[in-house]
């Protein structure tokens, strides 16, 4: 199956460019449409369950990391429109697999492009892998590329 809508996740590292780089040649081969995904981890920021009991400066600190995430999905879009000319761009916050899997879902995404650390062990263990999980719950293909170097 061709897919028509591609979703590339980002975590604005040079693990990602690889993947949005692998996203764009499948886009223009697709004739598909690019949709750049990014998701702000808000296990890091606190408890988002409670967030109507989130610190005021806290509240603060992501209402920045979201205005700073639209921004570079903007930049990324407007480098990758120089390629394609059917690019969107989104942000979410929450875990990160299961919000990629959820917004692939509502999106009819047919292929999920995304980095990964490729790491063993005890990083793997105390990390975990977002891109693992995706595999594991994606309801679509998943195109993993792992980093030049682990």
Not at 73 to 94: H, K, M, P, Q, T
Not at 100 to 127: C, N, P, Q, Y
Not at 138 to 147: G, S
Request: net charge negative.
């Amino acid at each position: 199956m061709i897919p028509s809508k591609i979703l590339v996740c980002t975590d604005f590292s040079e693990n990602s460019v690889r993947a949005r780089i692998l996203a764009i040649e499948y886009a223009r081969v697709f004739k598909a449409e690019l949709i750049l995904l990014h998701v702000v981890n808000s296990r890091l920021l606190g408890y988002p369950t409670f967030a109507d009991r989130i610190p005021l400066d806290m509240a603060l600190v992501q209402q920045n990391i979201e205005e700073g995430v639209t921004e570079e999905l903007e930049l990324l879009a407007n480098d990758c429109r120089r390629d394609l000319a059917d690019v969107r761009g989104y942000s979410r916050s929450g875990a990160p697999a299961e919000e990629i899997v959820r917004f692939a879902d509502e999106e009819s995404v047919g292929l999920i492009v995304m980095g990964t650390h490729g790491w063993t062990g005890v990083k793997h263990l105390i990390l975990g892998s977002t891109a693992e999980n995706v595999v594991r719950t994606a309801n679509c293909p998943v195109l993993t590329v792992r980093a030049k170097s682990a």
